[in-house]
């Protein structure tokens, strides 16, 4: 089994920055992809940004020159750099690990989310 811890989420105002982190610990022998989605009540969860185990990076559009995912293997730590925000990023920020073993194959894991509200 594999856990996920995040932190870093807060209120700040328009055009500041905040920095998440998720660690993952416990039974883990490989991680592949690792990502950061987010919601808002009463919408779908969506994808932020994802970054694979090679280190090419993808972004939601509305984050693009915005928000920087990046990680640390040697800590099995995914952050996100989020930059200039604005009230519409406000929402619950949840990681999202993907690890491969060599038996039971594919699994992925979720964070238990961190909040993030952007207001003046």
């Known amino acids: 089994q594999v856990q996920l811890v995040e932190s870093g989420g807060g209120l700040v105002q328009p055009g500041e920055s905040l920095r998440l982190s998720c660690a993952a610990s416990?039974?883990?022998?490989?991680?592949?992809?690792m990502a950061w989605h987010r919601q808002v009540p009463g919408k779908q969860r969506e994808l932020v940004a994802v970054i694979t185990s090679g280190g090419s990076t993808n972004y939601a559009d509305s984050v693009k020159g915005r928000f920087t995912i990046s990680r640390d293997n040697a800590k099995n730590t995914v952050y996100l750099q989020m930059n200039s925000l604005k009230p519409d990023d406000t929402a619950v920020y949840y990681c999202?690990?993907?690890?491969?073993?060599?038996?039971?194959?594919?699994?992925?894991?979720w964070g238990q989310g961190t909040l993030v509200t952007v207001s003046s």
């Open positions: 999202n690990v993907n690890t491969i073993a060599p038996i039971t194959g594919f699994h992925t894991y």
């Open positions: 416990g039974s883990i022998f490989s991680i592949a992809a």
